[in-house]
């Protein structure tokens, strides 16, 4: 392996990777705006040149190989290559190609939607020059929308061509290109083909500069005030991993967390946009109880107490309905209930889509569909016919939200129960069905594991605070389980209920919410427990 | 070269051998891009949208790939041009033999400016940068061939003789 030193670190790198990963991988920074490990490397930037001893000029680091030298060319009689990135001549050659980013640049930091996350910010700040020399008029022109969520702002690109590079290599649509060339180039999109992919949204988060925009967010909010949480996708089941940024009780801006065991660099628009359809719900924020037609409202140790005695009072004759929109530990807990059936409403797919990157959306649209079928006991394939068989009338059901349309058969079932508990977020067309709604909580509000298709525990991390008197769903169920009497659980956090889960299913065994961290773990390999 | 009116929404090449021609030149379709523009441009007079579909697919190419390509050089025209393109150089000995006037001729005999095409589609008025025969200035270029020495009046005689 090779043997390179950059400054005054040593490092053994493998042959064939640039100086530039060599360095990022080692934690030593390099400037640079093109160049996306997704993406191709172009070199067109130039911020990320080096100095390289035995090479006449400065070179870019992304497009610069580490190789092995022969014997008689090493340098010190041991380096392959030995690399400079703080000399004053590498330092003067940021300054300048700087000097020539910001050449039309408007300086528009205060109105700019990138400024606190802007890389020509960052490195103008740390690298650049505090004045331009550049006494003409600017190129001023005016800002295009590319596709309907996204806009550029012309003034501000750099030209670095990762959105062009996106759309061909990614997300293999080809609607972005590079019109005219020299002082007249900028970034456009065909006239027939706007920039209206499902991966769309992505080419904001990779831009390196505030030139593209998705008008979600534009001039909503600043970065600065916005709190930012690792979180979990959780409108398929990929799982990607995403951060979520949210002020007080409202999400922002979903964006893509990298991590390559799930979903890579990106994010599709589903997931990115997805947060909005929990704002205008009706929320349901108290636990309700149906009497005649009218829903009212009650105390949660009245509707605990309801409950509990029509569970009880069944016997066995009760169906928990478990959701694969909810977490591990919630349909865990459901499994506490030890008498009774278990099942879960048809999957809701739609279409999938894999891109040639190999990014792909699934058609399973629940987030958690694995996990659930890993930690319920034994799902019935056909519940309707059970039903019928065992003459239940009862039935407690987790709600998957408001993605959920009722089928015929569904809503036939329903109206032959005695007695419907729903554990909901808002008045879905299941929770209408229901004797008594006990309020839970949103996505976005939740805590606990998902596990994607793919076997890997994921920690889904709450962003907003809960809303009036609901609960977490896992501590309705324990409730309901404690009011019953045979059991005493004495759960205080998802986290205890993780290391239990652990106990009853080997698969998860060992996983803790420590373990899981910002990546997850994977649980195939390891004996699924039935 | 076509007339004005011809926004097709489809384009093929009259003579698809010339094309396979082209391919067998290049080891991957891509590179065969700029020929099959120039060839494209000399069927139909300028670039349509149609052109850029059908070399994307010649090519396999993204259509945005080729529109890349089309953009960049100022010599594939995006829009109709008119019957004969006036190519007025402007470089050194052109501009000290009398360029400038000769472009304010054109301008005020027809009324086009630089980038412009008459109404009848005739004209097409272009500024270009040296066309490589300084010691015959001025220089234009009508389509294909030279004209040189050029004075306004001998520019009027040429003008007119052309149909």
Known sequence: ?530 | MSDNNSHKDSFEYVNPDLVDNILSQYPDKRSATLPLLHLAQTQEGYISNAVVDTVAQITETHPAEVMDCASFYTMFYLRVQGRYILQVCQTLSCSLNGADALVDHITDRYGIGPGETTPDGKFTLMKVECLGSCGTAPVVQINNDYHEGLSKEILDELLESLQ
């Open chain 1, 1 to 530: 392996m090779p043997l390179l030193k950059i400054d005054n670190a040593e490092l053994e790198v493998e042959s064939g990777i640039t100086v530039l990963q060599a360095a990022t991988a080692n934690r030593i920074e390099i400037p640079h705006y093109c160049y996306h490990p997704a993406l191709e490397t172009v070199g067109s930037c130039r911020m990320c040149i080096v100095q390289i001893e035995g090479m006449p000029k400065l070179q870019v680091s992304c497009n610069t190989f580490v190789g092995e030298a022969p014997p008689d060319k090493k340098i010190d009689e041991k380096y392959d290559m030995v690399v400079h990135t703080q000399t004053e001549l590498v330092k003067q050659g940021r300054k300048n190609v700087l000097e020539f980013l910001l050449l039309n640049h408007p300086l528009d930091c205060p109105v700019c939607d990138q400024a606190g996350e802007c890389f020509l910010q960052d490195y103008a700040f740390k690298f650049g020059n505090a004045h331009s020399r550049f006494e003409e008029e600017k190129r001023v022109r005016p800002s295009e929308y590319l596709g309907s969520q996204i806009v550029i702002n012309q003034n501000r690109c750099i030209m670095c061509t990762r959105c062009v590079r996106f759309t061909r290599q990614i997300s293999g649509t080809g609607e972005l290109f590079v019109q005219k060339r020299g002082y007249d180039f900028k970034i456009s999109a065909l006239e027939d083909q706007p920039l209206d992919n499902l991966l769309a949204g992505n080419v904001t988060d990779i831009c390196p500069v505030g030139a593209l925009l998705s008008t979600d967010y534009i001039h909503k909010n600043r970065i600065w005030n916005l709190h930012e949480q690792p979180s979990v996708c959780q409108d398929c089941s990929v799982g990607c991993n995403i951060n979520v940024f949210y002020q007080k009780d409202r999400i922002f801006r979903v964006s893509p967390r990298e991590n390559h065991d799930a979903n890579g660099y990106f994010i599709c628009d589903i997931g990115r946009y997805g947060f909005h359809r929990f704002e205008e719900i009706e929320r349901m924020t108290s636990p309700m109880r149906r009497d005649e037609e009218e829903l009212t409202e009650i105390q949660w140790d009245e509707a605990i107490k309801v409950v509990a005695k029509n569970l009880s009072d069944a016997k066995e004759k009760i169906v928990f309905v478990a959701s694969p929109f909810h977490t591990n530990e919630t349909n865990f807990m459901l499994g506490r209930f030890q008498k009774g059936f278990f099942g879960a409403l048809p999957l809701i797919e739609e279409e999938g889509i894999t891109y040639p990157s190999g990014f792909s959306i699934n058609s399973d649209r629940s987030p958690n569909h694995r996990g659930m079928n890993d930690v319920c006991p034994s799902i019935l394939e056909d519940m309707a016919s059970e039903i019928d068989q065992q003459n239940i009338k009862v039935m407690y059901i987790l709600d998957d939200g408001v993605d959920r349309e009722l089928d015929q058969e569904w809503k036939e079932i329903l109206m032959k129960m005695d007695f419907v508990v729903v554990q909901s977020y808002a008045l879905t067309e299941v929770a209408e069905s229901a004797h008594i709604i006990l309020p839970g909580l949103a996505p976005f509000e939740r805590e606990g594991t998902v596990t994607n298709d793919q076997g890997r525990v994921q920690w889904l991390r709450p962003s907003l605070p809960l809303k009036g008197k609901a609960r977490p769903d896992w501590r309705i169920i324990m409730e309901v389980v404690n009011t019953m009497g045979k059991q005493e659980l004495s759960y205080s956090d998802v986290g205890e209920i993780l290391a239990e889960m652990g106990k009853c299913f080997p698969a998860y065994e060992g996983v803790s919410l420590f373990r899981l961290g910002d990546y997850g773990l994977s649980i195939n390999g390891k004996v699924k427990s039935s």
